[in-house]
């Protein structure tokens, strides 16, 4: 069966990374999972969470948001603090973002990654995550007393996947992920090692075939996402990559 949008099972929504998207961040990206669009933020602090002082770690973390006309009807800014699905996405993409970064080179510093939806078609997380790593890497090339090659163990990228229609496919729009019998959020370094997987049956409970077919697109979509993260971080003239 067509996907809505004439997408062939296995393939991406268009993919753009634009790094150096903002004056004053030491890293910012804005990523393009077709219509969905999130701008990643990387600030560094000289200093760690009290529970870290004297280790000699440093410290990823993340926060995340959606603006308020980000989707279809306005919603509310989060005034007295992220909401249950907002803490959930950023933990996240801080333990995302910790997987492939030793923490022990960064020294006694923190990275605080902001991840503002600015346009929600779907995927959000997935593509927060994908853009947060291109945005720490390039701040890190900005801080003197740090070798980036040394604290830099792989990259990390996620894509959704699902079932809609009885059909398995990868990176899921919000009217398929709105009517996806199983739904899907994998993340993976470079290497080909899972981070997080995070699966439910939104109608249908799925079996270990499913599933493998799954972890399969989800595989040949984070490849090609890594691909694009190296190819951007391999310049340090071109902002603007595409797949």
Request: hydrophobic share 40%; glycine share 8%; with cysteine.
């Amino acid at each position: 069966m067509p996907r809505v949008d004439g997408r062939a099972p296995d393939q991406l929504r268009p993919v753009t990374v634009t790094r150096n998207f903002l004056l004053h961040p030491e890293g910012s990206v804005l990523v393009e999972f077709g219509a969905t669009k999130v701008i990643c933020t990387a600030s560094v602090d000289d200093k760690v969470p009290s529970f870290l002082k004297g280790q000699g770690l440093g410290w990823v973390t993340a926060e995340y948001a959606m603006l308020p006309r980000s989707t279809n009807t306005r919603t509310p800014r989060e005034n007295r603090g992220p909401s249950g699905r907002s803490q959930e996405i950023q933990r996240l993409v801080g333990r995302a973002l910790r997987v492939v970064f030793e923490r022990r080179k960064l020294g006694e510093r923190t990275v605080w990654v902001d991840c503002d939806v600015i346009q929600a078609d779907g995927g959000t997380r997935t593509a927060a995550i994908t853009g947060a790593f291109v945005a720490v890497t390039d701040a890190l090339y900005r801080i003197p007393a740090v070798d980036p090659t040394a604290v830099i163990r792989d990259c990390v990228a996620a894509v959704s996947v699902g079932i809609v229609g009885g059909q398995p496919v990868v990176d899921l729009n919000y009217a398929e992920d709105s009517a996806a019998e199983v739904d899907m959020n994998v993340v993976m370094t470079g290497a080909g090692a899972f981070v997080e997987v995070q699966g439910t049956a939104e109608q249908t409970a799925f079996r270990r075939p499913e599933l493998d077919t799954l972890l399969s697109l989800a595989e040949t979509g984070i490849r090609r996402l890594i691909a694009l993260q190296r190819r951007a971080l391999a310049s340090r003239d071109e902002r603007v990559f595409t797949i």
